[in-house]
């Protein structure tokens, strides 16, 4: 949508050279400026009016495209948190139990948690492969790690 106006200042650009009374016709987010500014007044109020109406509701669009854009983007930060935080979990889980994970049972844990699958129904190293006897009794010993030569 453009906008006709009246030039109450000079103005020069890539466009030519105008001299203040002559008329110009601007897109409407200049043409809106230009008035607010005191350079320009609009030849027509009614055209001027609808121009305002039609440029708030372009800022009312670009505004609610921003909201989406940013909710979004928080949305995403927060899975990743929460990501990172059911990870945390299953190591502390494993380290409580005396056992390590491989980064593919941690990931597994983490899936099934952001599924809404509840990993608590068993046990957190189940698929390990480990009998009592491999269980280190000194907190400072490694625990084998499954798929590993012991």
Do not use: H
Request: overall charge negative.
């Amino acid at each position: 949508m453009t906008l006709k106006l009246i030039l109450l200042t000079g103005r020069s650009g890539d466009d030519g050279s105008y001299s203040p009374g002559d008329a110009i016709t601007l897109p409407i987010r200049e043409a809106i400026a230009l008035v607010e500014s005191d350079q320009a007044k609009p030849t027509n109020k009614k055209e001027y009016e609808k121009a305002l109406d039609a440029l708030a509701q372009i800022k009312n669009d670009d505004d609610e495209r921003e909201a989406q854009v940013t909710a979004i983007l928080e949305k995403e930060t927060l899975i990743g948190e929460l990501r990172a935080l059911y990870a945390q979990v299953a190591l502390k889980a494993a380290q409580i139990e005396g056992v390590v994970l491989t980064d593919e049972e941690v990931e597994a844990f983490v899936e099934k948690s952001m599924n809404g699958e509840d990993p608590g129904d068993e046990n957190i190293v189940k698929d390990a492969d480990l009998n009592p006897a491999d269980v280190p009794e000194n907190e400072g010993d490694k625990a084998p790690v499954k798929g590993e030569d012991q």
